[in-house]
């Protein structure tokens, strides 16, 4: 008949537990060639530089063409014309491990689908969430973080096409330099989004606002955008 314990006190441990017990703990270090070497296949590869395998990410100021590229599609996305954004600098988030989680979730969409659509998107926030997203990407979890406490188009991360609009985030927080994220984006199809859909239905993975003015594209599923660029300028309303 087992024997009920119930002063945990009582309980002895012999040489080998007592062993084990003294034992530190086992650290485990990461590989990063076994990175470096998944992203030689990447999109990527050739248009990074001065990557840090060690680190989680790094952060490089892009270069002449594609800074121009960035600041032109900034100021043609922005659709106030009643006042401008003044750019201040954009950094390129260089973190091989989530572009790689990325790359491989959209070879798995196009082996299922066929066809994928990605895009360019916009997201607002705060100076603080920028270590956290270039190290983990964005956290649907952490909705309303950002002024909200639940979203008109659905509960996952939301995304702008239009960086006028992603300027009104996060809400009643205005850092100077304001701080935006230009993201990689994929898509199948999206539906009509509501403030209580969780998860989109078959056969759409995206939701959003479907009405001409195209501001907000919301997404769910992890992996299924990229953070790439940082955007900081200054805007006053």
């Not at 979890?141 to 609009?165: D, E, T």
């Not at 009643?172 to 898509?187: G, N, Q, S, T």
């Amino acid at each position: 008949m087992d024997t009920v314990i119930e002063d945990l006190s009582q309980i002895s441990l012999n040489d080998e537990e007592k062993k084990l017990e003294e034992l530190a703990p086992i650290e485990i270090k990461k590989d990063p060639t076994f990175v470096r070497d998944l992203f030689r296949h990447s999109r990527m590869y050739s248009t990074w530089i001065n990557v840090d395998y060690n680190l989680p990410y790094t952060l490089i100021a892009p270069g002449g063409k594609i800074y121009r590229e960035i600041e032109t599609k900034f100021k043609n996305d922005w659709l106030f014309h009643d006042s401008s954004a003044e750019l201040h600098k954009i950094v390129r988030i260089q973190n091989p491990f989530l572009c790689l989680q990325y790359e491989l979730k959209l070879k798995q969409k196009k082996e299922l689908h066929g066809s994928v659509q990605e895009n360019q998107l916009y997201h607002g926030t705060k100076g603080y969430n920028v270590d956290s997203i270039c190290q983990g990407n964005f956290d649907w979890r952490r909705l309303g973080a950002s002024g909200y406490r639940s979203s008109k188009f659905g509960q996952g991360v939301s995304f702008s096409p239009h960086s006028s609009y992603a300027s009104d985030y996060p809400r009643k927080y205005f850092e100077h330099p304001r701080v935006m994220i230009l993201a990689r984006e994929m898509e199948i199809s999206r539906c009509w989004g509501h403030d209580g859909m969780v998860i989109p239905p078959l056969p759409h993975d995206t939701s959003g606002d479907l009405s001409s003015n195209n501001n907000v594209v919301v997404k769910y599923f992890d992996n299924e955008f990229y953070p790439e660029f940082i955007i900081y300028y200054y805007y006053n309303k």
